[in-house]
Nanobody, 124 residues
Framework: QVQLVESGGGLVQAGGSLRLSCVASGRTFSSYTMGWFRQAPGKEREFQAAIKWGGASTAYADSVKGRFTISRDNAKNTIYLQMNSLKPEDTAVYYC?????????????????WGQGTQVTVSS
């Protein structure tokens, strides 16, 4: 069982940066694949990035490659999403998620554990 709590959202101007954090509780955090998703009003939850348990493997949605960076600190049971060059279309609620296997990363249905989300708003 894993419990996830996100933080770091807020209001930022276009071109700015934010770093999201997700703290996990649970004894086996280091063995989970962790992901970030986002959901804008009226849209489906959308994959952003994922990181394998050891941190050596990462994956990104095409829309955020080169702008967003996912990382993890297993000693702190925390993952991060560094978001640079933010655009108004990045406005959404951002969710942290966890799963056991490094596969079918982009499907939200493959992640059994979710945080409550943190709002990111990018003004033009």
């Amino acid at each position: 069982q894993v419990q996830l709590v996100e933080s770091g959202g807020g209001l930022v101007q276009a071109g700015g940066s934010l770093r999201l954090s997700c703290v996990a509780s649970g004894r086996t955090f280091s063995s989970y694949t962790m992901g970030w998703f986002r959901q804008a009003p009226g849209k489906e939850r959308e994959f952003q990035a994922a990181i394998k348990w050891g941190g050596a493997s990462t994956a990104y949605a095409d829309s955020v490659k080169g702008r967003f960076t996912i990382s993890r600190d297993n000693a702190k049971n925390t993952i991060y999403l560094q978001m640079n060059s933010l655009k108004p279309e990045d406005t959404a609620v951002y969710y942290c998620a966890a799963k056991g296997r490094w596969d079918t990363l982009v499907s939200s249905q493959g992640y059994p554990y979710w945080g409550q989300g943190t709002q990111v708003t990018v003004s033009s």
